[in-house]
């Protein structure tokens, strides 16, 4: 029974800092979803509605696991919290790098047209 408890204890003290900002991420979380709803009303947007609904189904099942953990000491909660937290951020950072991957492209291109735009009289000039 006492090892229960400290189990218990240990769980709450661990899940504290994430319990704490339980409120926010459940409000981000939210926002992702209508977000990613009123993206969903356009023709373009329904293609990639999914991706800010599901990360916010992420963060509002991080809240409620992190709540359920830290009131209940459920172990079971607090892995699920961590996990849904872990994998928000997974997420994320693949949409990040697929950003700065596409930035990079856009902005090699941007220059070489500009290059060859500069140089267009030159380039027929050649072939004449």
């Avoid at 769980?11 to 939210?30: C, D, H, M, T």
């Avoid at 509002?60 to 951020?89: D, E, P």
């Amino acid at each position: 029974m006492e090892e229960n408890q400290q189990d218990e204890m240990l769980i709450r003290e661990l899940i504290q800092p994430l319990k704490n900002s339980a409120g926010w991420i459940k409000f981000l979380g939210v926002i992702l979803i209508v977000y990613g709803a009123l993206i969903a009303l356009t023709i373009v947007g329904i293609l990639i509605a999914w991706l800010p609904i599901w990360l916010g189904v992420l963060l509002v099942k991080a809240a409620n696991n992190t709540n359920s953990a830290y009131y209940q000491g459920n172990r079971f909660a607090a892995t699920a919290a961590l996990r849904n937290v872990g994998s928000y951020f997974t997420i994320y950072g693949v949409l990040a790098l697929i950003g700065i991957i596409f930035s990079v492209v856009a902005i090699v291109i941007v220059i070489v047209t500009g290059v060859l735009w500069e140089n267009l009289d030159a380039i027929s000039n050649m072939y004449m």
